[in-house]
Nanobody, 120 residues
C-alpha cells in the first residue's frame, strides 16, 4: 500500500494550489484522511482531517476558511484545496489515511510529502 502526494509547488501570496493524495495497492477501503505539514525545526502539525464518511471535518485555526479537504472514495483519493495562500503556509505537506487492506487489516499510512512554497 502506498500513498502518493502531489500538487505542491510555488505559489504567490493570495494564490491557490490543490494537493492530491492517491492510495494504491491491495486496498478495500480508505477511511479517515488527513493533511499535515511540517517546516524545518518544528513538529508536524495537522492541517485538516476528515472522517471516513465525511461527517466530521476539522481544520487548524490557521487555515480555517482558506483550505478545503475532500475525498473521492471510489478513486481512493484525497484532496486539499488551498486558497488565499500566505508565506506562512510554506511547508512540506503530507497526507495520511486509515486504510483497510485486502488482508482485512486497518492501518494508517503516510504519503511521502510534497513541498509547498508561497513567495512573491
Amino acid at each position: 500500500v502506498q500513498l502518493q502526494a502531489s500538487g505542491g509547488g510555488l505559489a504567490q501570496p493570495g494564490g491557490s494550489l490543490r494537493l492530491s493524495c492517491a492510495a494504491s495497492g491491495t486496498i478495500i477501503m480508505v477511511s479517515d484522511v488527513g493533511w499535515y505539514r511540517q517546516v524545518p525545526g518544528r513538529q508536524r502539525e495537522l492541517v485538516a482531517s476528515m472522517t471516513g464518511g465525511g461527517s466530521k471535518i476539522n481544520y487548524a485555526d490557521s487555515v480555517q476558511g482558506r483550505f478545503t479537504i475532500s475525498k473521492d472514495g471510489a478513486r481512493k483519493m484525497a484532496f486539499l484545496q488551498m486558497d488565499n495562500l500566505s508565506p506562512e503556509d510554506t511547508a512540506v505537506y503530507y497526507c495520511n489515511a486509515e486504510i483497510l487492506t485486502s488482508d482485512y487489516v486497518w492501518a494508517r499510512y503516510w504519503g511521502q510529502g510534497t513541498q509547498v512554497t508561497v513567495s512573491s
